[in-house]
């Protein structure tokens, strides 16, 4: 089955400051690869994907990159505020990464 | 309310007692998935459907758990002889099907918590 590997996991940033997290994947057969957010006692939502005919893909602050000859998709946020502090968690195919626990000081 | 509904939301039983948790999809949804989730950790793939098809479960489920969707419409979940190790949170998703550009993101219910004492 297709193995997702997210890294860190976890990430302390000053508010305004850039956060990245990447995911690597070993399966080139799906073409979809999207990016879950969950706040603490709430339920993960869907917050950007992209798929595989593109390199990139911006909404506002949060953009996500494919680089599908090297296996991964990373997350960028910019401009990140407190409300950005969650984690957020890769997934591809049926498959979830680990999580990064992103916390964004004042 | 259009999102995904579980219910309960909340479950404690004894260890060795049956429970069946329930999931209605979002209606134009055919694909409807179930996750497990502990704390600290990403969802852990259980089993999905697409329309009443079980399409895949995952190896790592032990055959104490069945989940059917008789109808493609809502499904249940049901762990039988449950243990300890059995508490966490359950997730069911729903997304729109495969076409020709691909899978499509989830969205999640509110989960159901079990808790086995």
């Known amino acids: 089955g297709e193995n997702v590997e997210q890294h860190p996991s976890t990430l302390s940033v000053q508010e305004g400051d850039s956060a990245v997290i990447k995911c690597t994947y070993s399966d080139s057969a799906s073409n979809y690869f999207p990016w879950y957010k969950q706040e603490l006692g709430k339920r993960p939502q869907l917050i950007i994907d992209?798929?595989?005919?593109?390199g990139e893909k911006k909404d506002q602050r949060i953009a996500v990159t494919l680089n599908k000859t090297a296996k991964h998709f990373s997350l960028h946020i910019t401009e990140t505020q407190p409300e950005d502090s969650a984690v957020y968690f890769c997934?591809?195919?049926?498959?979830f990464g680990a999580g990064t626990q992103v916390v964004v000081t004042p | 309310d259009t999102g995904v509904s579980q219910d309960p939301r909340h479950k404690i039983t004894k260890r060795g007692q049956n429970v069946t948790f329930r999931c209605d999809p979002i209606s134009e949804h055919n694909r409807l998935y179930w996750y497990r989730q502990t704390l600290g950790q990403g969802p852990e793939f259980l089993t999905y459907?697409?329309?009443?098809?079980?399409?895949?479960k995952s190896r790592l489920l032990s055959d104490r758990f069945s989940a059917e969707r008789p109808k493609g419409s809502f499904s249940t979940l049901e762990i039988q002889r449950t243990e300890q190790g059995d508490s966490a949170m359950y997730l069911c998703?729903?997304?729109?099907?495969?076409?020709?550009?691909?899978?499509?993101?989830?969205?999640f219910g509110s989960g159901t918590r079990l808790t086995v004492v």
């Open positions: 998703a729903s997304s729109l099907g495969l076409d020709g550009r691909g899978n499509y993101g989830y969205t």
């Open positions: 997934a591809k195919k049926l498959q």
């Open positions: 992209i798929r595989s005919n593109v």
């Open positions: 459907f697409q329309n009443e098809a079980q399409l895949e």
